[in-house]
């Protein structure tokens, strides 16, 4: 008869018939699982019955999958936080553009992966797998993450423009807040005031504040999204509201 000592020190090993068995219900794998119900479907099971739990059948390549599928997940997560700080920065839309196109095989992979009732993971967690590839996919089409920073940074850009305005200049770099322009000058023959983000000596994404009362023009070229007259030679332009644009000088 083993003593009391022994007794406390055993480890607890109540998962370890269910080490390679899965639910019958979905399938999924409920190694560690230490309740009587399946986390993904809530099906119940008995440990000590492999009758109420199915065998994995290619386990090794069922490995291989949960542990691709765990890669792409955190690999979307850190990629979707660089991608959201580079463009709330000013990064250039059209290597933010290529990243995420470059990257939709590999999230069309993931999705279907993510869909398999395979991974010993929560539904939360398999939620968050979905949704950074989305977050990430929605970053060219509505260019969110910059306007949210220029929404924090709009008060402190007024008041240059206004000192613009008034005849003030301002030589080199400029910050405000989390961004460095590289200069701030106004549009050629015009009190338009634009911020320069980055590209080179003129060309490049501007924050453009219009004078009160500016009317922009109607766009018949609403397929790139540009407004006549609020910017030199621009090639799109993004209405940021209260008379402040986003574009992209040729």
Do not use: K
């Amino acid at each position: 008869m083993p003593s009391a000592d022994t007794a406390i020190d055993a480890p607890d090993d109540r998962t370890a018939p269910l080490r390679d068995r899965c639910c019958t219900g979905c399938g999924h794998l409920l190694r560690g699982v230490r309740n009587r119900a399946c986390p993904e479907c809530g099906r119940a099971f008995d440990p000590e019955d492999p009758d109420t739990t199915g065998e994995i059948r290619n386990l090794g390549l069922r490995r291989g999958l949960i542990g691709t599928c765990r890669f792409l997940h955190h690999a979307f997560i850190a990629l979707a936080a660089g991608i959201v700080l580079y463009a709330g920065l000013g990064g250039h839309w059209i290597l933010i553009a290529m990243i995420v196109v470059g990257s939709l095989p590999v999230m069309l992979l993931q999705f279907g992966l993510l869909a398999l009732p395979i991974q010993p993971i929560s539904a939360r967690r398999r939620l968050a797998g979905f949704l950074a590839p989305l977050l990430l996919l929605s970053i060219p089409f509505t260019d969110w993450p910059i306007r949210l920073n220029f929404m924090l940074h709009r008060s402190g850009l007024q008041a240059i423009a206004d000192r613009v305005t008034s005849g003030e200049t301002f030589e080199g770099a400029l910050r405000v807040g989390a961004f460095r322009f590289r200069q701030v000058r106004t549009a050629y023959r015009t009190d338009h005031v634009g911020f320069q983000i980055n590209g080179g000596d003129h060309g490049g994404m501007y924050f453009v504040a219009t004078p009160a009362g500016f009317v922009a023009p109607a766009s018949r070229d609403r397929a790139i999204r540009n407004v006549p007259r609020v910017w030199d030679n621009t090639n799109w332009t993004v209405d940021l509201g209260g008379g402040w644009y986003l574009v992209d000088q040729d």
